[in-house]
């Protein structure tokens, strides 16, 4: 069997004015490796591209540690632990960060999100074009909390109004006007992923993998924009690496991100084994499309983890 573990930031610092970053601390990653290397074995990514079935079918718990977004702290922080401690992994990186130099959609929100109140961004958003959209009506502001019942009551109304009132469209034109009033954008994509150079080492390790080019849950999209967003990171990869990109982990990952026929379109395109973020161990019973990961938070020493695992 194979239990895969998925991580997106880790750093030193978590604080900022508004708390809309988690992720692990470099301890707290390691710590966690240690703690797996316990109960399983860490297998490279070209082992398991190369025995997928062995390894499912397997009564041994391979682990596979996987991060997504191609974030700049994931090799520079991430990966020394990982050389250290001889474990491969498996980096899923967004080629618009790259060709287009622009910040993904879902990073400029956390951004946004860590420099601004909910209340500032509320009353903000209210002036706006998309008025409409964020004045609730007692009813949706009731759904609101129930939905969104770990936050306060502000992070609730906004959230629900980003995530279920706005169009794609919309909210990306909300905050990507937003965002150049509080970021520089060049700056941001250099901060925030990794370089070409980057890029090119862990295709040279069979590390790399596509997360698809501009991080939408495809799911939601027509045929052709599926294809393309599936095609351009793999080209685009495979052209500055000179390596096979066969790997990928949809956006999101959650059923809205790969419902059919977008596995099927992925295989279509050349890859061979696509990751969710459906949780669970997977056991020879899943398509190859759709591989199962948890979360870091869900496995040993995270903070949702249970026992039973
Ligand atoms: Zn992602």
Same mark, same amino acid.
């Given at each position: 069997? =194979?239990? %895969?573990?998925?991580?997106?930031?880790? &750093? #030193?610092? @978590?604080?900022?004015?508004? /708390?809309?970053?988690?992720? $692990?601390?470099?301890?707290?990653?390691?710590?966690?490796?240690?703690?797996?290397?316990?109960?399983?074995?860490?297998?490279?990514?070209?082992?398991?591209?190369?025995?997928?079935?062995?390894?499912?079918?397997?009564?041994?718990?391979? =682990?596979? %540690?996987?991060?997504?977004?191609?974030? &700049? #702290?994931? @090799?520079?922080?991430?990966? /020394?632990?990982?050389?250290? $401690?001889?474990?491969?992994?498996?980096?899923?990186?967004?080629?618009?960060?790259?060709?287009?130099?622009?910040?993904?959609?879902?990073?400029?929100?956390?951004?946004?999100?860590?420099?601004?109140?909910?209340?500032?961004?509320?009353?903000?958003?209210?002036?706006?074009?998309?008025?409409?959209?964020?004045?609730?009506?007692?009813?949706?502001?009731?759904?609101?909390?129930?939905?969104?019942?770990?936050?306060?009551?502000?992070?609730?109304?906004?959230?629900?109004?980003?995530?279920?009132?706005?169009?794609?469209?919309?909210?990306?034109?909300?905050?990507?006007?937003?965002?150049?009033?509080?970021?520089?954008?060049?700056?941001?994509?250099?901060?925030?992923?990794?370089?070409?150079?980057?890029?090119?080492?862990?295709?040279?390790?069979?590390?790399?993998?596509?997360?698809?080019?501009?991080?939408?849950?495809?799911?939601?999209?027509?045929?052709?924009?599926?294809?393309?967003?599936?095609?351009?990171?793999?080209?685009?990869?495979?052209?500055?690496?000179?390596?096979?990109?066969?790997?990928?982990?949809?956006?999101?990952?959650?059923?809205?991100?790969?419902?059919?026929?977008?596995?099927?379109?992925?295989?279509?395109?050349?890859?061979?084994?696509?990751?969710?973020?459906?949780?669970?161990?997977?056991?020879?019973?899943?398509?190859?499309?759709?591989?199962?990961?948890?979360?870091?938070?869900?496995?040993?020493?995270?903070?949702?983890?249970?026992?039973?695992?």
């Amino acid at each position: 069997m =194979l239990t %895969v573990s998925n991580y997106h930031y880790i &750093r #030193e610092d @978590f604080t900022s004015q508004y /708390p809309s970053i988690f992720g $692990l601390t470099p301890e707290s990653f390691k710590r966690q490796l240690i703690e797996l290397q316990k109960i399983g074995k860490f297998i490279s990514p070209k082992e398991l591209l190369e025995n997928t079935d062995e390894i499912v079918n397997s009564k041994q718990n391979y =682990l596979l %540690v996987t991060f997504d977004d191609g974030l &700049r #702290e994931q @090799f520079e922080i991430a990966k /020394p632990i990982l050389d250290d $401690l001889k474990i491969e992994a498996m980096y899923f990186v967004n080629s618009i960060n790259f060709i287009e130099k622009q910040v993904s959609l879902v990073h400029k929100i956390h951004l946004i999100r860590s420099q601004v109140s909910p209340e500032d961004l509320m009353s903000n958003f209210l002036k706006s074009t998309f008025k409409s959209k964020f004045e609730l009506p007692e009813i949706d502001k009731k759904k609101a909390i129930e939905h969104y019942n770990f936050d306060d009551v502000s992070s609730a109304h906004l959230k629900y109004c980003l995530n279920f009132k706005l169009t794609i469209n919309e909210l990306s034109i909300a905050m990507n006007d937003l965002f150049n009033v509080y970021f520089d954008s060049k700056e941001t994509v250099n901060n925030l992923y990794m370089t070409e150079e980057y890029l090119k080492i862990l295709a040279q390790e069979n590390q790399l993998g596509s997360h698809t080019h501009s991080h939408l849950a495809l799911g939601l999209l027509d045929v052709d924009t599926i294809g393309t967003e599936l095609k351009k990171t793999k080209e685009y990869l495979e052209k500055i690496t000179q390596t096979k990109i066969e790997m990928l982990s949809y956006p999101y990952g959650n059923e809205a991100s790969y419902a059919f026929p977008v596995p099927d379109i992925a295989k279509k395109v050349g890859y061979k084994l696509g990751f969710t973020m459906e949780r669970g161990k997977n056991n020879g019973c899943e398509d190859k499309l759709l591989l199962k990961r948890f979360d870091c938070n869900d496995l040993v020493t995270g903070k949702n983890y249970k026992n039973s695992l």
